[in-house]
Every structure is written in C-alpha cells, then in structure tokens.
C-alpha cells in the first residue's frame, strides 16, 4: 500500500509564493513520475506539472510555465516539491500529488496510480 501525503498548502496574496511536498511511505515507488494536479470549486481536476523519475524530464501545463517549478529528491523513496510563484487568484485550488509508474506526456490524471489527499492553496486578490 503506497500512502503519498502533500503539506506546504495555505492562503498567500496575489504576487505571493507557496512551496508544496509531497511524501510517500508504504511500497517503495522511486522510479515512478511524480506529477501535481489541481482542481478549484466547481472545476474538473486538471494537470499542473510533472516530473520524469529519472530528472531528465519536465512537463508543465501552459498556464503555470514560468511561474511553477516541479523538484524531487531521488534520496528519498519518494519525495518532490512544487515551487509556486507569481501566484494569482486563478490558482486557487486543492492540489494533488500523484505516482505514475511510467512516465506520460502530456500527462493525465486517469494514468496516475496513487494520489495524496490535497492540500488546500489559496491565492486573494
């Protein structure tokens, strides 16, 4: 059983920076890509950013490029960040960290294997 928990979520101002983790206990996924989903109130879940489990690839969604940046620590079993900055109100969201078991570009949620509970990101205007 693979249990991937986010944190670093909360309430920022516009122009105002987060940095989210994720982690991951249970059955070792270290050569799984890791990859980060949003979904606001009302909205479907969409994709924000992944990352090849090897660092060699990237892949983010247009309206994030430039502003996010998606990181792991192959040290660890199964541990990455996504650097949020410049935030504005439309990335108000809960976010989701995902495991693939191979790598999917561009990805989509449905090929995401394990999924954390969300963390909460909240961008005021």
């Known amino acids: 059983q693979v249990r991937l928990v986010e944190s670093g979520g909360g309430l920022v101002q516009t122009g105002g920076s987060l940095r989210l983790s994720c982690a991951a206990s249970?059955?070792?996924?270290?050569?799984?890509?890791m990859g980060w989903f949003r979904q606001a109130p009302g909205k479907e879940r969409d994709f924000v950013a992944a990352?090849?489990?090897?660092?060699?690839?990237?892949?983010y969604a247009d309206s994030v490029k430039g502003r996010f940046t998606i990181s792991r620590d192959n040290t660890r079993i199964f541990l990455g960040y996504l650097e949020m900055n410049n935030l504005e109100p439309d990335d108000t969201a809960v976010y989701y960290c995902a495991a693939a078991p191979r790598w999917y570009d561009p990805p989509r949620s449905i090929d995401y294997t394990y999924w954390g509970q969300g963390t909460q990101v909240t961008v005021s205007s």
């Open positions: 249970g059955r070792a996924i270290s050569n799984y890509a």
């Open positions: 990352i090849h489990w090897n660092l060699r690839s990237t892949t």
